[in-house]
């Protein structure tokens, strides 16, 4: 490998909690398209899309000295109902999970354009008190940024599995993915419950929009930037899972971290995607 | 049946009248300039320079009159920063839409396809901002960004200049790059000038462009402990570089940005010092140059009320200009829109832009190296070298 060379134990630990935080972000990303994908069978590249546009949400509200967390109470109920809505129009004419693919990347490209209307094709950069707090632990730092975004990724995705698993709503939720004929036989509302979780789905890109704005400069373009590694996270951590994504993007971010530590960064995205190549050879099932 | 009898006197009353009508409906037809830009896509940030330069150049030009008598219209298409559709899109502006005159497109990619289209057509082509002056193969493409032949060398052997005479001059040298072609291409410049000058190279390392997290990147430079760091940055690399080296307390002692995204990078309170490259900056002497503190005030204001995050003009705000002067220049001397004449005369005279008089007769037409070393200090971009091109004694300072 060109460039390889054997890094420091402090390089090395750096690296992985780069990795670490880097992946919550990837698996906080993932989340609300793996349960839109494995619980509604919609493919919504919108979601990118929508996680940007709350990005840029949190940037202007914070101009106004609004504080990004804060930014949630109205960013988060906004981006459900647009979810929700955009779950509606899909189920009025029967979207298949193809055409989701399809309506949802020109809804990207619609939401793309709307982005640059408003802030310009410009970079922007989200200032907040937030960015300049870091500990220093045992040699490694902890910036709070990207804490929070670790933190927030951790419970939100526990809770969504708590919900998925041991409340009536999360079983009907699975069950009519599973067999929705059935489910209905059972008293299950499907059309109820399809609006909610798509609204909670877009819900999260809300909160990963944040937490994009927190440690990153932004830029309309940058949305397709996300969607490789996280379709990646998605696939491997297995559609519908709520834990999923987490774990997988959590794996694919320390491997891209330790490779870029180890030999040119340039060969980080080739070792994550080898991965997922890997994973889904040997377990084909993985992202059924 | 009698035929119809025209006196001489007739037929040439009516020749006049036709040529005079001719003429008139000419003078009445705008001039039209086509060409693309990135408007959307991952080079669009940057494009929207170029296209707010364009229209407050083509409105100053219309009202001085336009070329040659007549209005100019200036058509722009997006290419949405791929390079094969602004190739589709300028054979269009050719065939299709007929324009007189071409323009370039942002960036080097885009340039290179509107350049296949130009040489096939036999048309002049200015462009803004080509980094790899080997790749510039045809004879009626001419550079608006003074870089000089071989800037790998050049530029390279300045920033190293600027260095060894500043308060530190580096020993050991960390280069990390984009793998984006004209800045690999500087990069690969830069590690040669850093071996001919004897000095060690501590680190080298590359990413794919739009690389996201730049983390493991800051740490190994960390580690790698060099005097000074060359970044081949484009773009937001170099602002996502500094904020990854914030994180983890790393400041670099020396640190230069190739092509990075001006505003946002001055804007960082960690690029204090950092070091890049201009053709032109809003301070003497590039304001004394032909129309430098007129445009200066027309960006500003215009980019103002465009909302842009950086009103202030710089290397890619000047490039775009100097372009449009180019071509100016060219149609007024010849007093025409033959793209032959046109490039004739800029091949073999020197042109009165606002980065100085430039010469279009070396290696792709590129003129002098005329790219000088400028430094963040205080918030603001100040040219530290070469001594002349300095205002008010400024000098290199290091972290």
Redesign the interface.
Known sequence: MPGFSLPSASLLAQSVLSGIFVGALYGLLGLGLSLSWGLLRLINLAHFGLAFLAAYLCYQLSLAHVDPLLSLVLIVPLLFAIGAGLHWVMARFAVTPFNSLLLTFGLTGILEALIQSVWTADFRKLESAYGNVKWKIGGLYFPLPEVITLLLAVGISFAVWAVLRYTDLGKAMRAAAEDPAVAAAFGVDEKRNGLLLAGLCSALAGVAGVCLALSFTLAPSQIYAWVGVVFAAVMLGGLGRALGPLIAGTVIGVSEAVTMAVTAPSWAPIVSFTLLIVILVLRPGRAA | MTRPTFSRRAIVAAGLAGAAGLTFAQAGTPVRIGSTLA???????T??IHKLVGEIYVEQLNKRGGLLGRQVEWVVKDDQ?KPDLARTLYEQLVTADKVDLLMGPYATGAILSAMGVAQRYNKVLVHHTLGVPSLAKYELAFPAWSLGSEPQNTVTASVFDALAAGPKPPKTVAVVTS?FPSIAFMSAGAREMLKKRGLTEVL?????F????F???A??V??AKPDFVWVGAI??DG??LL?AMK???YEPPQHFYMYP?P??LV?LPEAKNALSVTIFEDQQPFLSNPGGAEFVRLYRERATK?????TSVETQAAASWTAWQILEAGVNATKSLDDQKIGAFLKANRVDTIQGKLRFDGLGNFGDDLMRIKQVQNGKWVVVWPKEMTAGGAKLLAN
Not at chain 2, 210 to 213: K, Q
Not at chain 2, 306 to 310: K, N, R, V
């Open positions: 408007l959307t896509g991952p080079l669009s940030a494009a929207q920063s793998k080298f390392l590359e990413w794919d739009g690389n996201r997290d983390g493991p990147i740490n190994r960390k580690d773009g937001l602002n996502l904020d994180k983890i307390d995204a505003g946002p804007a465009a909302g842009l995050a950086d």
